[in-house]
């Protein structure tokens, strides 16, 4: 999942020199430890396994195999964490500008860079291995294939050339409900793709309110967020669309069904997920047009507003997944 954005009018980021020192002398092992559990993101991480759980349950129309669900927590985990540990790698230099990240264990210089790129190709590589000797070949083609997007598609070229990037990079952030669904079923279907769309378009009002509301933060890094390249009103339009477009991606789930309620017969429609998008996506739609007409009268977008909600309704969406699957309703 694109990172939280970073921005400017340019395109470009000056290089900063190396930090001197590898890291803090005399950190305490306990220090160290902490420093590199916040390469990983832990939040970022947590928010991607909400949605991992309930597409197993619902992949499985029941209760999947807990050991696999195992499995699958600890290798995503591992492979989220290394993704975000090799982003930090690579954003060291825009880190250390901005002030919302400049504590982070690189530009902290808690964690030396090199130790920080071998701690994140280590998790990655222990990551797929896990994935690899316990689920099959498509989980770990995904698992794989998200962490190098990430870093590689995402960090290393889109984020620092095109204000596209938060869209494009909505593909690996989107791809746990894939890697979950895949390792329940060794396939994809087309309720797992509805769930893929329905993070994916989440995605990008979410990140635009963040990037809203530090844009001058971002701006000094010199990275092309479309806040920065782009007017309020512009940001606020599309925070409305693509959060319609998730409404409409959510609701899709309902005709063609989860888990046990498949959907071919009205008595086995998945009624309680329906319900449920369809009241806390309206929210989601509501906070976003609230914000866009904030800013159309220029008042201040309050854009942390529609961040925190849109936190609270990816997490009561995928729980309803879960629920319908669980009860076939």
Request: glycine share 8%.
């Amino acid at each position: 999942m694109p990172e939280d954005p970073t921005i400017t009018s340019t395109g470009t980021v000056a290089t900063l020199p190396e930090p001197v020192a590898p890291a803090v002398p005399g950190a305490s092992l306990a220090v160290r430890i902490r420093a590199y559990v916040s390469l990983t993101k832990p939040r970022i991480v947590e928010l991607l396994l909400v949605t991992t759980v309930p597409a197993m349950v619902a992949a499985a129309a029941g209760v999947p195999n807990l050991g696999l669900v195992a499995v699958v927590l600890v290798g995503g985990s591992l492979a989220a964490g290394a993704a975000n540990a090799l982003n930090c790698y690579v954003d060291r230099d825009i880190d250390e500008v901005m002030r919302r990240t400049s504590r982070r264990p690189l530009p902290a210089h808690t964690v030396a860079p090199r130790n920080a790129l071998i701690f994140g190709l280590l998790l990655a590589v222990v990551s797929v291995a896990i994935m690899a000797v316990s689920t099959n070949w498509l989980a770990t083609a995904l698992t794989a294939g998200a962490i190098a997007y990430y870093d590689v598609v995402y960090t290393l070229w889109l984020k620092r050339r095109t204000p596209q990037s938060t869209f494009w990079g909505g593909v690996c952030g989107s791809a746990p409900v894939l890697i979950g669904w895949a390792a329940v079923t060794g396939s994809l279907s087309w309720q797992a793709l509805a769930l893929f769309g329905v993070v994916f378009f989440w995605q990008l009002p979410h990140f635009y309110a963040l990037a809203l509301r530090f844009v001058d933060d971002y701006a000094r890094a010199g990275v092309p967020m479309l806040p920065v390249v782009a007017s309020g009103r512009r940001v606020g339009l599309e925070s409305v669309l693509f959060g319609w477009l998730m409404l409409l991606v959510s609701l899709a789930l309902v005709p063609l069904g989860i888990g046990r309620a498949t959907g071919v017969a009205g008595d086995h429609l998945p009624w309680i997920y329906g319900v449920t998008a369809l009241v806390a996506g309206l929210g989601f739609v509501g906070e976003a047009h609230r914000m866009y007409g904030r800013i159309r009268r220029d008042e201040p977008a309050r854009p942390m507003r529609l961040f925190h909600w849109s936190t609270t309704y990816l997490t009561v969406v995928f729980v309803a997944v879960a629920v319908s699957a669980l009860l076939g309703v």
